[in-house]
């Protein structure tokens, strides 16, 4: 379970979440939307512990991460798989070293147990056969269904998910939302997918948190986001650039 | 006008923000040390990089330093009353105590200096140091300890190639241009020649290692900005190293001369 207690952050004396407060359940699948800029991609890295909020409390499993050593926060991360939002692949390496490397680290697995969870993860994200590729050679497509296999690879218990679909074609775009709600139904995982397509919402969450001004807009069900009257929610959704709240 | 007269006071300010946050990542460094054995066999692969691909460039810079220094050291003794082999000396001292570490810590800093920055500032902006945190890496053990060893490592082994070809081009310039005889070099060579010297020069070429290394390291790890800040961070890399590299010249010379 994820808590987020009056958090606030700002860069540059420009406030980006002011006092942000809500907490995310085991096993839900929440959207975090909002327009560009707005903190959505900060609101995810500190709530996984990369950046520090100037103010409030971030609790994961009971853990408040900006209280605890360098080395808990690593356990912590354990836990967690990212999806970057242009793969985050190492560039010096091939797409199964990419896998491998958490795998080496923090799994007790000889080399033939790591070759068969690199050959299982590519194949669950249908990229079997390029373990040997190196980045540059793969598309942003292929790029963001590697950095996916990366982190189902350790089999985590929260996945974040950082633009995953931003920039790609339709038909991609529906093959990363099938990839993240197969992930998500295989186990005991909590999403949490920063976008701002609707159709990644529509498809992938069952519940929404809509950021706008440094605050919480909107916090409640996918059906209900889109049947909201709210003239900001409504603004976004229809994509309305003449209105300013 | 206001600006011009607060920019020294902005410029100190930002001096002194740099080498705490270098102190810092410095202390972060040392602490990673005891995740050293995690990251072992990454040392070979910077190894190879910092030193085995830079050889050629060493190589040419060490042997082209002897040839001038030879060639100059000559023309300030034309006068026929000292004699030849005092340039066979003259040049073996100045390559292994000042040319060869100095010359050899410049071409360093924009060969393997910028290259640094460059990798790991490019791995900042495309999150690739974020991805490492996440995959519960120590980006510190993982991305500057290695580096730095290396540069410790390698550097005095690069300041040794750069003395050999360094005399060797002494020699060639003092045999075939200035006439010379190769006992004359070779006699005025030994006769100067002070085990000290060499370890000297070999001294700063492990601090001059750390320096770069580390300077290129911290400019990489704060990279921000996208390709600008890549470019941004080379730059200063590369400036920064310099003046240090000046610096600590003359504070080495100071302290063990």
Not at chain 1, 206 to 216: A, P, S, T, W, Y
Not at chain 2, 76 to 91: M, N, R
Not at chain 2, 154 to 170: Q, R
Request: glycine share 8%.
């Amino acid at each position: 379970m994820i808590n987020i207690n009056n958090m606030s952050k700002s860069f540059d004396n420009r406030v980006i979440l002011r006092n942000i407060s809500f907490s995310i359940n085991k096993g839900d699948k929440i959207a975090i939307i909002g327009q560009s800029g707005i903190g959505k991609s900060v609101l995810l890295k500190s709530i996984i512990g990369l950046l520090n909020p100037d103010d409030g409390d971030i609790f994961i499993d009971e853990q408040n991460i900006n209280n605890i050593s360098f080395r808990k926060l690593q356990k912590l991360r354990s836990k967690f798989g990212m999806v970057f939002q242009f793969g985050a692949l190492f560039d010096s390496m091939t797409v199964g070293e990419n896998i491998s490397l958490a795998l080496q680290k923090l799994t007790n697995f000889d080399k033939s147990e790591i070759s068969d969870k690199i050959t299982v993860s590519l194949k669950e994200v249908n990229m079997e056969g390029t373990e040997e590729k190196i980045p540059s050679e793969l598309s942003g497509g292929m790029k963001k269904r590697v950095g996916i296999a990366r982190a189902i690879a350790l089999n985590p218990k929260y996945m974040f998910y950082d633009e995953p679909t931003t920039g790609l074609d339709p038909i991609m775009t529906d093959s990363i939302n099938r990839l993240i709600n197969n992930f998500h139904s295989k186990g005991d995982v909590t999403s949490i997918i920063v976008t701002h397509e609707m159709k990644t919402v529509r498809d992938v969450s069952d519940r929404v948190l809509m950021l706008h001004n440094g605050k919480i807009q909107f916090n409640g069900s996918t059906e209900d986001l889109f049947c909201s009257v709210d003239p900001i929610v409504m603004a976004f959704l229809n994509g309305d650039s003449t209105y300013e709240a | 006008m206001k600006e011009i007269i607060l920019y020294p006071i902005h410029s100190v300010v930002s001096l002194f923000e740099h080498i705490g946050r270098y102190c810092d990542l410095m202390i972060k460094t040392l602490r990673s040390f005891r995740t050293w054995h995690l990251y072992l066999g990454f040392l070979p692969e910077h190894m190879i990089k910092l030193g085995i691909s830079t050889i050629p460039i060493v190589i040419v810079t060490g042997l082209f330093s002897g040839m001038v220094t030879t060639v100059q050291t000559a023309y300030q003794l034309e006068s026929g009353f000292i004699p030849d082999s005092y340039v066979g000396g003259i040049v073996g001292v100045t390559v292994l105590m000042e040319l060869s570490p100095m010359i050899t810590a410049l071409v360093m800093t924009g060969r393997v200096g910028a290259s640094i920055a460059a990798e790991i500032g490019t791995m900042r902006v495309s999150e690739q140091i974020d991805a490492l945190e996440i995959l519960s890496f120590d980006p510190v053990s993982f991305l500057i300890l290695p580096r730095i060893i290396s540069g410790a490592i390698m550097f005095p082994v690069m300041i040794v190639i750069a003395d050999l070809f360094g005399i060797l081009g002494g020699y060639l310039a003092a045999t075939i241009s200035l006439g010379i005889t190769p006992f004359n070099y070779i006699y005025g060579l030994r006769d100067w020649f002070m085990p000290w010297n060499a370890i000297f020069g070999i001294i700063k070429a492990f601090y001059f290692g750390i320096a770069i290394t580390s300077i290129a390291c911290y400019y990489g790890f704060y990279t921000s900005g996208g390709a600008e800040g890549v470019g941004k961070s080379t730059t200063q890399t590369v400036v920064a190293s310099c003046i240090t590299v000046v610096i600590l010249d003359y504070l080495l010379a100071a302290i063990l001369l």
